[in-house]
């Protein structure tokens, strides 16, 4: 059974740092696309940062350039989020994805493996 797990989230206050894994397990997708999009109250799931499966070129969504960091680990099958100072703005349901393809995609469609998702509450 493929699984993808969140792990790391929490409630922080406005300015502090959070670091979110996503453990994979059941298949490999050390070679795939993968990436983090959030979902808060009321709204559509948005891109926030994806990493290619090969080269591990990255992107990140603009708000969040600069405070956020995208990585991989492929022995540990785990992809990361470094989240810093962190707004309240963020507050959200963090999900990672996978794709099929190596391509770094911010497109939601183009993911086909997701976690549980995991709350990211930011107080001010």
């Known amino acids: 059974q493929v699984q993808l797990v969140e792990s790391g989230g929490g409630l922080v206050q406005a300015g502090g740092s959070l670091r979110l894994s996503c453990e994979a397990s059941g298949r490999s997708f050390s070679s795939s696309g993968m990436g983090w999009f959030r979902q808060a109250p009321g709204t559509e799931a948005a891109f926030v940062a994806a990493i290619s499966g090969i080269g591990d070129s990255t992107f990140y969504e603009n708000s969040v350039k600069g405070r956020f960091t995208i990585s991989r680990d492929k022995a540990k099958h785990t992809l990361y989020l470094q989240m810093n100072s962190l707004k309240p703005e963020d507050t959200a349901v963090y999900f990672c994805?996978?794709?099929?393809?190596?391509?770094?995609?911010?497109?939601?469609?183009?993911?086909?493996?997701w976690g549980q998702g995991i709350q990211v509450t930011v107080s001010s």
């Open positions: 994805g996978a794709a099929e393809s190596v391509l770094l995609t911010t497109a939601l469609a183009e993911y086909f493996y």
